[in-house]
Every structure is written in C-alpha cells, then in structure tokens.
C-alpha cells in the first residue's frame, strides 16, 4: 500500500498539470488580493454598504474574513482543486496502468486507500500553502489587515478543511464510477459556481411550501449548501451539523469507491 502512495505521489511531482495549476491558484490569489484591496482599503471610495460602520470608517480586515473570501468563497480555488482531483484520479485510467496495478493485488481496497490517501495529501499541502499565502498577502498588502481572532481562525480552517476533503472525496469516487474526467469536472464547476445550491434552495423552499414545516430544510444537508454558507459566527448546532454532513459524505464517497474497486473488470 505504501508504494502505491509513493507511486502516486511521485507522479505528482512529475505532472505538467501540476505546475500549471499551481502557477493558476498563484495567479487567482493575487487577483483575490487586488479585490480584497478594493473592497477594504477602498482607494476609490466607493460606496461598499455593508463594509462601512456607523462610524462612516472601513469595517478591519480579519483573519477569518480572508479566509472566507480568499480560500472559502474562491470558486477559482474550488475549480482548480476540483480539476487536479479529476487528473489524478483518472490519470491511471487514460495512461492505462490501472490494469496492471489492479491485476497486481488480490484485494483491491488497499489500491483505492493509497491512492486516496495521496489526493488528500496533496489537497491538504496545497490548502495549508494556500492558506498560509492568503493571510501573508492580506497583511502585506491590505491596510485594513488586523492580527487577532486566531481561535476563530483555526476553527474556521479545520472546518472548511474538512468540508474540502468530502468535497475532494466525493470527486473522486464520480471520477472513479465514470472512469472519465468529464463526470468530475462538471460536479466541480457546478459547485463552485453555485448553480447546485441554487438548485437546493429551489427545491426546499418547494418541500416547505408543500409540508408547510420549516423543521427540515434539505439544503442544510447537502454538502456544497453547508461548504458554500459556513461561517465562523454560526452557532454550534449550525457548526455541528456542518461538521457531521462532511463527514458523512466523505465516509459514503469512500465506501462506494472501494465498493466500485471490488468489482472484478477494469475498464480502461
């Protein structure tokens, strides 16, 4: 199982795909900073609603707010991660080792754990990096930058990390169902861009009307509704239930990957 992960790992390191999506979300964070520039430090003076308090003065910049505007809300970040999830998935598939190394292994479970495993590794770097350059950026470059808050911070990371994992899971076993990239990618883009949310909105406002209950909103329990609308000043019932939809989409995603691994032909 180890080398599997090494295998995969070292073919990370060595993809073209790799550098250009890395030399993308560079690209895409700076233009997040430039927006973040002028929507806070507001250079233009333009007239921003929300972001002005009583006091007639820009509202600070937090740690949180650039996480969530830079990393969260950043449907490039999203999309970017969402198409390196695809290629890697399918990457044995379309180069055609996937059936040297199935036929390799009796049990195929610890195949999909290894490479599995290496996703999340290489989701979990970029997320972490990323992060860190967001906030780097933010306190360079935007004056309205304020230190402060680093409970919240963390709390926020982690859940959003773990909302992106399920995220990353869920792409993965689409990927694997469809052994084509094409299933992914768009799972990904619609995501990112809202349109399922939208779509879940519709559809439970449509329920509510019918039942005539607001006890169960079905887009509390969809996974891009509850990634899209996490924010650190929920309170702890919203944050658990967030905590525990990921978790359960992750743990589904994963059993019918290496439910699809069990079956004995290998389409390539």
Not at 208 to 222: D, M, N, P, Q, R
Request: proline share 1%; glycine share 6%.
């Amino acid at each position: 199982m180890f080398n599997i992960f090494r295998m995969h790992m070292y073919r990370v390191s060595r993809a073209k795909s790799t550098i250009i999506l890395s030399v993308l979300l560079i690209c895409f964070l700076f233009f997040g900073i430039g927006i973040a520039y002028l929507i806070y430090d507001n250079p233009l003076n333009m007239s921003l609603g929300t972001l002005v308090g009583s006091s007639g003065v820009l509202m600070q910049y937090r740690a949180t707010d650039a996480h969530q505007f830079l990393v969260q809300g950043n449907d490039a970040f999203l999309i970017l991660t969402t198409i390196f999830a695809v290629i890697f998935t399918n990457c044995d598939f379309t180069r055609g080792f996937a059936k040297n190394t199935y036929s390799m292994f009796e049990k195929r479970r610890p195949l999909v754990f290894a490479k599995w495993s290496a996703l999340i590794s290489c989701v979990t770097g970029v997320y972490i990096v990323y992060s860190f350059l967001a906030l780097a950026l933010s306190a360079i470059c935007v004056s309205t930058f304020t230190l402060g808050g680093w409970g919240a911070y963390f709390k926020s990371w982690i859940i959003v990390y773990i909302c992106l994992v399920a995220l990353v899971t869920m792409v993965f076993w689409i990927t694997s169902l469809f052994k084509s990239p094409t299933g992914g990618m768009v799972i990904g883009i619609l995501v990112a861009t809202g349109i399922f949310t939208t779509a879940e909105l519709i559809l439970s406002f449509a329920i509510v009307k019918i039942t005539g209950s607001e006890k169960f909103i079905l887009a509390e329990y969809c996974m891009d509704y509850v990634f899209k609308m996490y924010n650190v000043d929920m309170g702890t019932a919203d944050t658990v239930r967030t905590i525990v939809v990921a978790l359960a989409y992750m743990t589904l995603a994963l059993v019918m990957s290496v439910f699809l691994s069990d079956k004995k032909d290998v389409k390539i």
